[in-house]
C-alpha cells in the first residue's frame, strides 16, 4: 500500500513539473522554475508583459531580446507557452553532416567532378 501512494505521489510530482507555464501570467519564481529562463530573463519577460501581455510566440519572440527561434523552441519544449499556446515556430536547423537533399547535393557535385 505504502509503494501505490509512494508511486502516485511520484507520477503528481512529474506531471506538475512538467505543467505549462504561460507568459502572460507567469510570477518571476514561474517562470525561473523553467530550466533556461534566470532571473535576468524572467525580468525581462515581465517587464514587456507590463507594456501589454504578447499577442503569441512571434511578439514575445519580437520584444524580449535574447529569445529567438532556437530557445523559443527549447523554452516551449520545457513548458513555457504564450496564451497557452506551445511555440510552433521553424525548427532548429539540421547539423552539419546530416542527410538528405541538402548535404547528398555536395557529396554528388564533388563525386562527378571527380569522374
Known amino acids: 500500500m505504502v509503494k ?7 507520477t503528481l510530482v512529474a506531471a506538475s513539473a512538467l505543467a505549462a507555464v504561460d507568459a502572460n501570467t507567469a ?6 522554475a523553467i530550466g533556461g529562463v534566470g ?10 508583459r507590463r507594456k501589454g501581455d ?3 510566440w512571434n511578439d514575445l519572440l ?3 531580446r535574447g529569445v529567438g527561434d532556437r530557445s523559443a523552441a527549447r523554452l516551449s519544449a520545457r513548458g513555457l507557452t504564450v496564451n497557452g499556446k506551445p511555440y510552433g515556430g521553424a525548427a532548429p536547423a539540421e547539423p ?5 537533399p541538402t548535404a547528398a ?11
Request: charged share 20%.
Open 27 to 32: 510570477s518571476q519564481a514561474d517562470l525561473e
Open 96 to 100: 552539419a553532416g546530416a542527410s538528405g
Open 54 to 56: 504578447f499577442k503569441d
Open 39 to 48: 532571473p535576468a530573463l524572467s525580468a525581462t519577460i515581465i517587464d514587456e
Open 105 to 115: 547535393a555536395p557529396a554528388a557535385a564533388a563525386s562527378a567532378a571527380r569522374k
Open 4 to 10: 501505490k501512494g509512494l508511486a502516485a505521489l511520484a
Open 62 to 64: 519580437g520584444r524580449v
